[in-house]
């Protein structure tokens, strides 16, 4: 674990904060000598339900809780003045260090490292091209963008942000057919690689054989930590990922990283230039700081220390529900996306009288609330413990418990 004194260290050690708190500037008398103020609790005070997250890092749930390092870095840098570019700059300098990339740039969100890492490749650097987005026609721009029929599923309409025409494909004979002057990148969504018929290795090796650059949206794809790393040595020309997830990093920050030339593209679409299509995503300099440091604490966890946790906790709610009559549990990992150890309950329906939904239900109107991934099936519903608080698992235990039990006929 990093210590306070060693965070406060590597950032003072970045180039714009070594040369500010250098200077000697002091702060005005009255920041330093005013009474601390009252601190409020506005999550009671607005009357906000909080709740047990033991569904995972879902946008709607406020993703992840950023770690005491990521906090004490929000709040240092909130303090300085420093101009953004500069920011970005010697952050995405350290991310693409750490990620094995040519360069990196911190962004507002995943989503957002889609729409100006596809902007970045539509427009290369010329500053008249970069205005004329989301207009393509009359351009001369490249305006075709490739991508499986199973990769389409939802995340795909990022790229439509920059007014680009998407190509869908199913078949390698397809994808070479759909190859034309038009096509200006090939795009893969990480977590549907299994369903689609063609595969990492294949996608690159046709997009190189034809000069096209290739994005992965990996959003959701850490654990395992190398995946931070692994689709960029793969040789992919871009890869996006969320910031909040796993990494517990700031929910609306997010990392783009890959070739230099199409990063600095990418940052000509970003603020704090505006007259592109990129202004509003805007990330600031506590958000970019913070990113860079939740990404380097995740990057130096112990990782198989982590995992034994989880499974652990896994294992003490299946035991908690191990007697109940009807009532069966397995430990689940997902393919690829939130890959991580949880546990799916489910029943036999002639003895249980209950749905998914209900059982959510049961367990998010309890007290205290708990948040299960209870919208999959009307037969299960799966407990993921990651996101979980130290000895939360055994309030989740006994609440799940309690809820099956009344179910039992």
Same mark, same amino acid.
């Given at each position: ?7 406060? *260290? ?11 708190? %250098? ?16 601190? +409020?609790? #506005?999550?009671?005070?607005?009357? #906000? ?28 840098? =909130? ?6 570019? $500069?920011?970005? $700059?010697?952050?995405?300098? *350290?991310?693409?260090?750490?990620? @094995? ?5 911190? !962004?507002? %969100? ?7 890492? !596809? ?53 390698? /004979?397809?994808? /070479? ?22 595969? @990492? ?8 054989? @034809? ?5 992965? $949206?990996?959003?959701? $794809? ?5 995946? #931070?790393? *692994? ?9 996006? &990922? ?50 860079? &440091? ?6 130096? +966890? ?23 009559? %009807? ?5 689940? &990992? ?32 309890? =007290? ?13 519903? +799966? ?20 809820? #099956? ?5």
């Amino acid at each position: 674990m990093i210590t306070r004194r060693k965070l406060l *260290k590597r950032i003072t050690a970045l180039p714009f904060f070594g040369g500010l708190l %250098g200077t000697g500037i002091a702060l005005p008398a009255a920041a330093t000598t005013a009474a601390a103020p009252v601190k +409020r609790n #506005l999550i009671q005070e607005l009357g #906000l339900r909080t709740f047990i997250n033991a569904a995972g890092n879902y946008t709607s749930m406020t993703a992840s809780l950023m770690p005491e390092e990521v906090m004490e870095t929000i709040n240092e840098s =909130s303090r300085h003045y420093v101009m953004l570019d $500069d920011v970005q $700059d010697a952050v995405g300098k *350290k991310i693409a260090e750490l990620c @094995h990339s040519e360069a990196a740039m911190v !962004t507002a %969100g995943c989503w957002s490292a889609l729409v100006l890492g !596809t902007a970045g490749v539509l427009t290369g650097k010329d500053p008249k091209i970069v205005a004329m987005l989301p207009f393509l026609e009359g351009s001369g721009m490249k305006t075709e963008i490739i991508l499986q029929k199973t990769h389409a599923n939802g995340y795909h309409h990022a790229l439509t942000n920059t007014g680009a025409r998407l190509v869908l494909v199913e078949t390698l /004979e397809e994808l /070479e057919a759909a190859i034309s002057e038009k096509t200006a990148m090939m795009w893969f969504l990480n977590r549907e690689e299994p369903q689609g018929q063609i595969k @990492h290795r294949t996608w690159i090796e046709v997009a190189k054989k @034809h000069g096209i650059p290739t994005m992965n $949206d990996i959003a959701a $794809d850490v654990p395992p930590v190398e995946n #931070l790393w *692994k689709y960029n040595d793969m040789g992919y020309d871009l890869v996006a &990922i969320s910031g909040g997830k796993a990494m517990c990093g700031p929910q609306s920050a997010g990392i783009l990283m890959g070739r230099k030339d199409l990063i600095e593209a990418a940052r000509l679409h970003s603020p704090p230039r505006g007259g592109n299509i990129g202004r509003g995503n805007k990330v600031n300099k506590e958000e970019i700081l913070g990113m860079y &440091i939740a990404l380097e604490t995740f990057i130096n +966890r112990d990782h198989d220390k982590i995992w034994k946790t989880w499974e652990n906790r896994v294992a003490y709610i299946a035991e908690a529900l191990a007697d109940i009559p %009807g009532i069966r549990t397995e430990t689940v &990992i997902p393919e690829i996306a939130n890959e991580n150890p949880t546990l799916k309950v489910s029943w036999d329906k002639d003895r249980v009288s209950l749905t998914g939904k209900l059982l959510g239900e049961k367990m998010r109107n309890g =007290s205290p609330s708990i948040e299960t991934i209870s919208w999959e099936s009307e037969d299960y519903i +799966r407990v993921a413990v990651f996101m979980l608080e130290k000895g939360q698992e055994k309030i989740v235990a006994k609440r799940l418990r309690e809820s #099956l039990l009344e179910a039992v006929g």
